[in-house]
């Protein structure tokens, strides 16, 4: 009996030791694959996602991070060809100490004639670019991809930088295999917090290493597994949801403490005012926000005769936006400094604002500091230096309330901040470093409201007069991807998307963002009228009803970002065409959503001559809870229904 179950275990052993994938080698099974098996959608998989990240000795530089990645992406479709492309990501100042990529190596694989073709990576095959003043990216272009093929690539990131890259486990496309391992020595101790919305269980194991090869000096490293097959992907192409990378499933890893031999122990772990401190005290930060000779004479000229301090904010914040151009960087420190950025009129994010914070101080303005973690930064959901990325301002008012402004945008206003600023919460500075979190997602709704005029002559088409107005978030949204676009761009596309013909096309307010956009014009199209044995069929919303729901997944695990709060608005008045009476219309609905976060109301009146419908839809709340995704879904179900509907005239 003894006998058998060696035997078993080691056949079991020998059965996992082949299963083990090598870089370099496929198999034909992989190749000949034309599809995964448990997302028969997907364009591509990840056949091997594998990492080991390791702490290795130095006489020179000491303990230096060690991250050793081997990935195989199986291409299925069109799509997937995508991922013949990788771009590698990594810190390398112009000075200073720098990340580096070794050992970088790969090989494109097909199937010919029923052998295996193996092409591998070359140095044309390889690019490098500066895409900051602090990083570097690699751009590996695989060679001879076409659906089908197998991508194997391998390298090593080297840092000195005692810090841990994010484990994450869930991608845009499935992974069959995962094998993710940390080692990190006792000296240095890291807290481990997962992070979204699926999980991996932990192997934790010990051993001892040598401080380097042939060393007396050992250590205990911790060593921590992370295995599993077939992780679901996670779909970014779902419909509102913000940066995707906030709701992966994953495990980031924190510096919390170190204590090296004949050495005092040092703390790491942070709470939010350390963190907020820590910058604050920075030369890049709280230093450069004490300076203001540079700007005295000009700050003199443009509040010499301000009647109030609303209009002395107003007259700061113009002056910034228009004197400093952002060069497109984020970032909570300052790069060339105040000074500079004010002299050559362009800055980084924290210039620039840390100019507008320190103008707003010296006309005697309540103004502070408040760092934020861009949208393309993610959520910081745990104290970390790494978790602020971006700085605006904040003016309290006497009667408590506040204004957030953010120079960096051309087209923002007082308490319109950009879309990459408007993420969730973010930490005011006062004086000393002290902090108060703050709301950085407007209370206020944003407005589309439309009002249109339609009438049906006897051949059936339909001609009308739209006017929409769009106000808050939604009208700095507008101008952002349309002020530079000349008019007759802007009739093509709405011809384009809408089929219709438009003429007398006006705006108005483009540049003056205290205003709400106005766009009005006038249109006709052949295509919203269907007759059917003498009945005319026409949906009253036209080209602006939704004609599909946006949510079609089953289930939901991560929340619904809207951006902001909204209401959309429709006021539809149709003649009755000559000779036709009305036979139906869609009949009013209201429904709503718990907690009051969302409302549909739809009203249609028939006066004898027209017929009027009064359409609104109404979010509250900019982030709605993934618990309540089924009602949302729902909702629009009912809502693109009603939406469909269509009003029946028959001859009289």
């Known amino acids: 009996m003894k006998k058998t179950i060696l035997i078993l275990c080691i056949i079991i052993s020998q059965t996992l030791i082949s299963q083990e994938i090598k870089f370099g080698k496929v198999s034909k099974k992989e190749l000949q694959e034309t599809f995964y098996d448990k997302d028969s959608s997907a364009s591509a998989s990840y056949l091997l996602k594998k990492r080991r990240t390791y702490f290795t000795y130095n006489n020179t530089s000491g303990f230096l991070v060690v991250s050793e990645y081997h990935e195989r992406i199986k291409i299925y479709t069109k799509e997937g060809l995508d991922y013949a492309t990788k771009k590698i990501n990594y810190y ?3 000075s200073g100490d720098r990340e580096s990529i070794n050992s970088l190596k790969g090989y494109t ?37 076409k659906i089908g093929s197998v991508i194997d690539v391998k390298y090593t990131l080297t840092s000195p930088f005692w810090t841990i890259e994010d484990l994450n486990f869930q991608y845009s496309i ?3 295999r995962l094998d993710y391992q940390v080692e990190t020595p006792e000296y240095i101790v890291f807290n481990k917090r997962a992070k979204g919305f699926f999980s991996i269980p932990v192997a934790v194991s010990k051993k001892s290493s040598a401080l380097t090869p042939g060393s007396t000096i050992t250590f205990t490293t911790t060593v921590d597994k992370f295995e599993t097959e077939d992780i679901k992907a996670i779909n970014p192409n779902e419909p509102y949801v913000g940066n995707i990378n906030n709701y992966r499933g994953g495990v980031s890893y924190e510096l919390s403490s170190t204590q090296f031999p004949n050495s005092m122990f040092k703390n790491y772990a942070l709470d939010w005012e350390d963190v907020c401190k820590t910058i604050y ?18 700050l003199n000229n443009i509040i010499s005769n301000s009647s109030s301090e609303i209009e002395t904010i107003a007259r700061v914040f113009t002056h910034v936006k228009s004197k400093l151009n952002w060069n497109e960087y984020y970032g909570k420190y300052t790069d060339k400094g105040v000074r500079k950025a004010y002299k050559d009129g362009v800055g980084n994010v924290a210039e620039i604002n840390l100019i507008l914070t320190s103008m707003l101080r010296s006309a005697n303005i309540d103004a502070n500091p408040v760092l934020v973690s861009s949208k393309n930064n993610g959520i910081p959901v745990f104290p970390t230096l790494k978790g602020f990325n971006y700085v605006i301002t904040k003016v309290n008012l006497a009667n408590g309330q ?18 990459r600023a408007l993420n969730w919460y973010g930490k005011e500075v006062l004086e000393g470093g002290k902090i108060r979190d703050v709301k950085l997602a407007p209370s206020t709704v944003a407005k ?19 006017r929409k107005s769009l106000s808050g978030h939604l009208a700095m949204f507008h101008r952002k991807s349309n002020n530079h676009k000349k008019d007759e761009e802007i009739i093509t596309e709405l011809e384009d998307k809408y ?16 205003k709400g956009i106005t766009q009005s014009f006038k249109f006709t199209s052949e295509d919203f009228v269907e007759e059917i044995n003498g009945k005319l069929y026409i949906n009253p919303l036209l080209f602006l009803a939704l004609n599909e729901n946006p949510f079609k997944s089953k289930e939901r695990s991560f929340p619904i970002d809207f951006v902001v709060p909204w209401e959309d608005k429709y006021s539809i008045s149709i003649e009755i065409p000559k000779g036709y009476n009305v036979e139906s219309f869609p009949q009013e609905i209201a429904i709503g959503l718990p907690d009051n976060i969302g409302t549909f109301k739809y009203i249609m009146v028939n006066d004898g001559k027209k017929l009027k419908l009064m359409s609104q ?8 809870g993934a618990n309540y995704y089924e009602f949302v879904k729902e909702f629009y179900s009912q809502l693109v229904k009603k939406q469909s509907e269509k009003i029946v005239f028959i001859k009289s």
């Open 448 to 466: 589309d409201t439309n009002f249109m005029n339609i009438t049906i002559n006897e051949e059936g088409t339909v001609e009308g007069m739209i």
């Open 281 to 298: 005290k920075s030369s890049a930060f709280g230093v450069e926000l004490h300076k203001s000779s540079y700007y005295k004479e000009d």
């Open 499 to 514: 089929n219709i013909e438009i003429d007398e096309y006006n705006i108005h307010n483009k540049l003056d963002l205290s």
């Open 617 to 624: 839809t109404t979010f509250k709340q900019n982030m709605i």
């Open 174 to 176: 499935p992974v069959k």
């Open 92 to 94: 390398f100042p112009e």
């Open 402 to 419: 506040y204004i957030l402004l953010d120079a960096t945008e051309s087209y923002s206003f007082p308490n319109l901040l950009p879309y």
């Open 109 to 145: 694989f097909n199937i010919e004639d029923g052998k295996i073709e193996k092409e591998k990576l070359s140095k044309k095959n390889i690019f490098e670019d500066r895409i900051s003043k602090f990083r570097k990216e690699k751009k590996i272009t695989f060679p001879a991809v």
